[in-house]
């Protein structure tokens, strides 16, 4: 882990090795330790080679999406078993941590007689929908994916009609000016369309 001495903190990000929305998850992280300048620590768990290599191309995505001019970000591949041994080993007083909502509120924090609660009060972030889908979250999903083919329905149906109409009162040069002019519209409502719905994604 890199020397804390010449930093405020760090953001110590838990990697889960389920099925995880990296993208979201890195940026999280990032907007996080902006906000509170701290460096980020990506922190994955494997106790064997194969989840090792997985896990290692996972923090590499996660590290390559969250570093930005302000923040920068490692990781690491711990052979504890548990997280509760991660955040007691690599948790120090100027750090935070942050981890997906599924992990059970901070159930993680406790360990047979040994109880982080107190310690860690107030430096843990939990982040919903991280880890795959709920029946609710998918519901979500399916609903803004309809909501993205009609939009683009409605846009390409609108140049349609617009063009057909540009057709029966233009000739030559100015039809051809006219397809056109409403080709380029289409194309530009569409890349805006698409932002939205990216946007709404995030």
Known sequence: MADKSTKTGTL????PDEELDEGRY??????IAESQKLSIHFIGLAQTPEVASQ???KLVTLSGIADSELVKSDFMIHESSTWFNVIQQECGPQDFVLCPDEFAADSFLVNGTGDLRTGMA??????AGML??????GLEKAAKEVLNWSGILVILAAGFMLEADF???????ARILSEVF??????GILW???????????
Not at 122 to 127: D, E, I, R, T
Not at 132 to 137: A, D, I, L
């Open 192 to 202: 805006w369309w698409n932002k939205f719905i990216n946007r709404l994604n995030y």
């Open 122 to 127: 107030g430096k843990v972030y939990f982040v």
């Open 182 to 187: 409403i080709l380029a519209v289409e194309v």
């Open 26 to 31: 890195a940026r999280k992280a990032r907007l």
């Open 132 to 137: 795959p889908s709920s029946r609710q979250e």
């Open 167 to 173: 057709d029966r009162q233009t000739v030559g040069n």
């Open 12 to 15: 110590l990000v838990l990697v």
């Open 55 to 57: 896990m290692r191309r």
